[in-house]
């Protein structure tokens, strides 16, 4: 006879010693520095009444943000917790639950970042029918494409996972729930789970991916005909922060889920997983303030407020 799991046990960094508080400070600090910054990109773009500020560039801005502070909240107090305890539990359905939205926000993301790749094509390739293109209902469908594929996909693999019965052992190797370590402590048989998951990691990962690395290649390549080197320097300084949060995001993702030595250093994918769900969405909002003028001259007017 088999007793189904009702709670995981999330074993978190082991081995911490005395960097156990230090490192807790720093995550906590990293987390509320997250939400702040992101919440205050957020505000600062949708109240503000500078022109610039209301074109599609910042208004999509604006949500990659909102996606940030989801995929952090999700994560972290929970990595909070393992930290300070050295373990912790979580029910079944609460692991669940918490894999569902590091989906959401982990797609929809990726899928922002896709829409945005292709509006600075349209900004620097397209200039004169930019506007033509890239109007309201273009802007509103595609950020609502980008969150309804993000709220939408994760429900089919979750199905799946909810008809997986989990039997023992209820140990993840992780400081929360992700879907390779959840599915291996499935007693059931994994493989349409793991083909669907596979499926998404190509279509909505891979693909996303070589459309963004099109969309640069283009305007790489237009912005090298430019004649004006100031022309050049302002398209240029347009993109390098999409360019920088894409490189730095995409990068964690593939080695986690895509490399082929995936599984066999646990050390290695939680530190990945550190950076991708607690340290790229504090420097996101830093990357975009430090790089763009609009967004330093409207938090000088907001502060003086």
Known sequence: NQTKVEEFILLGFQNLGPFRIPFFVLIAFLYIATVASNLS??????????????????????????????IS???????LQVILLGHTSIPILGCITQLYFFGVSTISECTLLTVMSYDRYLAICRPLRYTSIMNDKL???????????????????????LQLDFCGPNVIDHFFCDVAPLLELSCSDQTLAKIEV????????????????????????????????SGKEKALSTCSSHLAVVCTYYGTLIILYLSPSRGYSFSLNKMLSLINTVVTPFFNPIIYTLRNQEIRLALKVFLRV
């Open 139 to 161: 802007l509103n469908g595609l950020i609502i494409y980008s969150w309804s594929v993000g709220f939408l996909q994760p429900l089919i693999t979750h199905t799946l996972i």
């Open 73 to 79: 909240t999700n994560v972290a107090p929970n990595a």
């Open 198 to 229: 596979s499926i998404v990691a190509l279509f909505v990962g891979l693909l996303q991916l070589l459309f963004i690395i099109i969309t640069y290649i283009l305007i790489f390549s237009s912005i090298f005909h430019m004649s004006s080197k």
């Open 41 to 70: 990109i957020f505000c600062l773009i949708t109240t503000s009444s500078s022109y610039k500020m209301k074109s599609p560039m910042y208004i999509f801005l604006s949500h990659l943000s909102l996606s940030d502070v989801l």
